[in-house]
């Protein structure tokens, strides 16, 4: 449900030219580009997120944010990415999708208390509300739906 005025901004960086851009998410069908370089911003499929982003990304994200934390070398965590980008493409703006790779996030992984993956978090107004262990799709799709 919108709120007018109510804030839906987040903070992302460029895949192209890793320039941090505010982005509205209320917009988010108008297909944003980096203020910089002009590229998109692609909304539509999960974003990779550093662990260096991690706080201005998702946890001061103005929307909901689903984080699929991944690893490459974690057979389950393939068979999790079709799902993330059916998510993502059918919530385009009212729900940030993002993967961060544990193995290059071992500070937000450890304070997260994150001991298998595929692990899925919903963050909303920068808390943890509901995570989800291993490739459940079921739960996980409902987690979205609860975001809404
Ligand atoms: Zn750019």
Not at 37 to 54: A, G, T, V
Request: aromatic share 4%.
């Amino acid at each position: 449900m919108d709120v007018p005025g109510e804030r839906r901004k987040v903070t992302l960086r460029c895949s192209f030219c890793s320039t941090l851009n505010q982005v509205d998410m209320a917009k988010a069908a108008e297909r944003p580009r980096c203020g910089k370089c002009r590229k998109p911003i692609l909304l539509d499929r999960p974003l990779r997120i550093s662990e260096e982003d991690f706080d201005r990304s998702v946890r001061q994200a103005g929307v909901p944010v689903l984080v699929d934390f991944y690893a490459d070398w974690c057979a389950p965590c393939r068979m999790m990415a079709p799902l993330m980008d059916q998510i993502a493409g059918e919530h385009v703006g009212r729900v940030l999708v993002v993967k961060v790779d544990t193995d290059r996030a071992p500070s937000v992984a450890g304070a997260l208390g994150i001991q298998s993956i595929p692990t899925v978090i919903l963050f909303s107004h920068g808390r943890e509300v509901r995570r989800s262990v291993g490739f459940d799709s079921q739960t996980i799709k409902k987690m979205a739906l609860e975001a809404l």
